[in-house]
């Protein structure tokens, strides 16, 4: 046998509510919703129990009454002895009025601006906390970096100054000779001198020779020239050859 009425999926839709609450208002106020059940034990709302069910949520949502003020009203009147106005502007004594939509949209309004501007406060401080952390990582680096570069140049600086302070030191322990050793270093100068000097001197006289030879021949005609070039010249080297191979009379 089928038993008349709405399942709960239906009447909570009319309700505009969940399910899980339908069943929870069900439990709370079990001696004024009574909805019959199937003999598979499964929920079945009248269209009165859908009534009483609206009339809960507008005392619990819009005038924001507790489940035990709720529970007074219903006990004090009972839902028989209210009609569908009754339910639709029910006001129970002391409790708040109920405010219009309007001002429940104005309300939900700025709490959800109030929900936003602190969820962007949050984010801008985690933002400002990741730009400084990172902010701090690139000055540490840098730091890093330049406290490496000091130390090379310092390295350089010490290398550099050891090979000069190197090269003064062998220059001064050149400079530290003993005087027999200044005598000696000047006189081997002297000697060296004295040997260029002789040499040069020689060779400026060969060079002065040739040019007196050169102005001979030049002054000479060409059969003049020709002849000197094949029998003067060889004539006077062999002469100067055997001046040179004669024994010396004083001998």
């Not at 009147?77 to 006001?91: E, S």
């Not at 009025?97 to 801008?124: C, D, G, I, W, Y």
Request: net charge negative; with cysteine.
């Amino acid at each position: 046998m089928s038993v008349p009425g709405k399942t709960l999926s239906e009447t909570a839709a009319a309700v505009g509510v969940e399910p899980s609450t339908i069943k929870y208002w069900c439990e709370e106020f079990s001696n004024f919703i009574r909805p019959a059940r199937t003999p598979g034990g499964h929920r079945r709302f009248s269209e009165k129990d859908i009534q009483d069910l609206r009339y809960i949520r507008q005392l619990l949502h819009f005038q924001n009454l507790s489940i035990k003020q709720v529970k007074e009203m219903l006990n004090e009147k009972g839902t028989d002895q209210l009609d569908t106005d009754d339910r639709d502007t029910a006001v129970v004594p002391g409790a708040p009025p109920a405010p219009p939509v309007a001002a429940l949209a104005q309300e939900l309004s700025k709490h959800l601006e109030k929900q936003m501007e602190l969820l962007a406060r949050q984010q801008l401080k985690a933002l400002q906390a990741a730009v400084e952390q990172t902010a701090a990582a690139v000055l540490d680096e840098i730091r890093n970096l330049e406290a490496e570069r000091h130390e090379q140049w310092s390295r350089l600086l010490d290398h550099t100054a050891g090979k000069h302070n190197e090269k003064i030191l062998a220059a001064v322990q050149e400079l530290k000779r003993t005087p027999h050793e200044i005598e000696e270093i000047k006189r081997m100068y002297a000697e060296a001198k004295d040997r260029w000097l002789t040499e040069e001197a020689k060779v400026r006289m060969e060079i002065q020779r040739l040019k007196n030879e050169l102005n001979e021949v030049q002054n000479q005609n060409l059969w003049q020239r020709l002849l000197w070039a094949l029998f003067g010249r060889s004539r006077k080297l062999s002469e100067e050859d055997s001046s040179g191979s004669q024994p010396d009379p004083t001998e």
